[in-house]
């Protein structure tokens, strides 16, 4: 077969995806993404103890539409947080998980940020309904999405109106 | 299945072109006898086809790409008639090479107005007729649009052109050789055709500009092709585009047909096993070869991806496919949202496409899309 535009790793895991689904009674959810640019991600984490007593990833679990480099992105992802310390977790960077699929084409790079803010939503999701104390990194992190966020919005608001209805 | 962006070149073409490429290398300006064999090939393309068309061979020019016959058509118009006006009237569902060059003569200092369409991309000759004023002089609208295969009412268009004496162009790209084509009766000034959709080679395309007209060249040069496209004539693959018109020339009621059942079949499966499919383009009024969808909640480029790992080649509108991440200005022009236009699924047939190959799509494309809402976080409960 003609190689295509994605890595043998990016289509390994688009053809078999790792970890897709939802976690029921999830401890923290990170939604990401919207429907007008054509990629949404959600993340589902359970929290877990290591044997240090810290918290852990015990398991995670995603669903997205869009793109083969979003879906990819996403099953890495799971890969990669699965075990982790909280802490560890957060901080993920879109260049771990691009090495992690071997490589991206350029124009799709935006699809591993996706990923990697999805997780720090879910993380602070579950930090702050639990009221936990969240490090000055996460709080930054998840405000810049928060505003990224809030800017699509008000760009496409009738279509993002549409979106929430679809996601219930 | 995706004939509408390439055809492999027929190989009864390829049997005709045999000895070309290194007996028949001429070039058609020198006077000894490898020229002139060459020369008399190229009249020979250019009479069959002005007759695919119903025009006279001195009408026909051949290009390099139907970009350039359409670059050619309306830079050529515009400059070669701004003494009498500078307007210029668009379809918006245009190929880029047509919108593309409008929007630089725009920048040229030329008025564009484009069209609307309505919700199966249909443009209404009226709208037409109400935009034309004195400045006007080039209507450009394409015979059969190449994402969603609607088919303009190019004749009417062309007769309110006639009478406002407006010079009137229609990009046949993806209809010459599968509709008929008589450009007396349907009243066109240019038209723009392709070698490489009706399974010729890639590298020549024609246009055929109507006697009279006041065109200038955009390229300048030793002036072949009665001096409006200059450069040495391709002779390999002019000549196969001759002898690929010829073939569906002869076969274009018959092929038709035979397509358009194959792909009714194809539209009637696929909307009736696939939950929350929609028809693009008209249901009639669309190419015979062509069918396009939309898919709730699928992202057309995972789609893609996934057919193409089950050996059928499609294509998308989808923003993430494009190399602009842009959903398609076609499948927005008529009405869809961004959200829609990323699932949407373009299958085109050609002439090896069999009905066994649409049951295949029937059988695979259903499992492709449940899998894919699968991990989506859009599913049903």
Redesign the interface.
């Known amino acids: 077969m003609v190689k295509?535009i994605?890595s043998k790793k990016v289509?390994a895991h688009?053809?078999k995806?790792h970890n897709?689904?939802k976690i029921k009674n999830a401890d923290g959810i990170g939604?990401v993404g919207n429907?007008?640019?054509?990629?949404?991600?959600?993340l589902y984490i359970k929290i877990g103890k290591n044997k240090n007593k810290q918290e852990i990833i015990k398991d995670i679990k995603?669903?997205?539409?869009?793109?083969?480099a979003?879906?990819a992105t996403s099953s890495a992802i799971t890969d990669l947080a699965k075990g982790k310390t909280l802490e560890e977790a957060a901080k993920i960077s879109k260049t771990q998980i691009v090495d992690s699929l071997g490589e991206l084409p350029p124009?799709k790079m935006h699809c591993s940020v996706l990923a990697s803010d999805a997780l720090v939503e879910a993380i602070y999701d579950y930090l702050s309904k639990n009221k936990k104390e969240i490090s000055q990194d996460l709080a930054v992190k998840h405000e810049r999405i928060a505003k990224e966020k809030e800017e699509t919005e008000k760009r496409?608001k009738d279509?993002t109106d549409?979106?929430k209805k679809?996601?219930g | 299945m995706d004939y509408g962006a390439a055809t492999p070149v027929d190989s009864r073409v390829l049997k005709k072109l045999g000895r070309f490429p290194s007996e028949v290398f001429g070039n058609t300006m020198s006077l000894h006898s490898f020229g002139q064999e060459a020369k008399a090939a190229l009249e020979e393309s250019r009479d069959i086809l002005a007759d695919l068309m119903g025009a006279k061979p001195q009408e026909i020019i051949f290009t390099g790409s139907a970009t350039e016959s359409n670059n050619l058509a309306l830079k050529g118009i515009a400059f070669a008639n701004k003494e009498k006006g500078n307007h210029i009237i668009i379809s918006p569902i245009e190929h880029p090479c047509v919108g593309e060059s409008a929007k630089w003569l725009e920048s040229q200092g030329f008025e564009i107005t484009k069209l609307k369409v309505d919700q199966y991309g249909l443009i209404d000759p009226k709208e037409v007729e109400r935009l034309i004023k004195k400045e006007t002089i080039l209507v450009s609208v394409m015979h059969a649009n190449n994402e969603i295969g609607t088919i303009e009412p190019i004749e009417e268009i062309g007769k309110i052109c006639r009478e406002k004496g407006v010079y009137f162009h229609t990009d046949a790209a993806q209809s010459l050789g599968k509709i008929p084509i008589d450009v007396e009766k349907m009243n066109i000034d240019l038209l723009t055709g392709s070698s490489q959709k009706m399974y010729g080679p890639k590298g020549a395309a024609c246009l055929f500009i109507r006697e009279g007209t006041k065109i200038n060249p955009i390229l300048h040069g030793g002036g072949q092709e009665f001096g409006l496209r200059p450069s040495t004539v391709n002779i390999s693959a002019i000549y196969g585009f001759a002898q690929a018109s010829l073939l569906c020339k002869k076969e274009i009621v018959k092929e038709s047909k035979r397509l358009t059942q194959l792909r009714d079949k194809l539209i009637k499966g696929v909307m009736a096993k696939i939950e929350g499919s929609y028809l693009n383009g008209h249901p009639i009024k669309r190419l015979s070869n062509n069918a396009n969808f939309w898919f709730e909640f699928i992202e057309g480029e995972s789609l893609l991806i996934q057919l193409d790992m089950a050996g059928i080649a499609g294509s998308t509108g989808s923003a993430c496919s494009s190399a602009k991440l842009q959903p398609s200005h076609v499948l927005l022009a008529i009405g869809l949202r961004p959200q829609e236009a990323h699932g949407s699924l373009r299958l085109t047939l050609g002439r090896w496409t069999t009905s066994k190959e649409i049951d295949r799509v029937l059988k695979v494309l259903p499992g492709i899309i449940s899998q894919l809402r699968e991990i989506s976080p859009f599913k049903k409960n």
């Not at chain 1, 429907?35 to 959600?42: A, E, I, K, N, T």
């Open positions: 295509g994605y289509m688009f053809k995806p897709y689904g939604n429907l007008v640019c054509g990629d949404v991600m959600r995603f669903e997205t539409f869009g793109c083969v979003a879906i124009i496409y279509w549409m979106e679809m996601l």
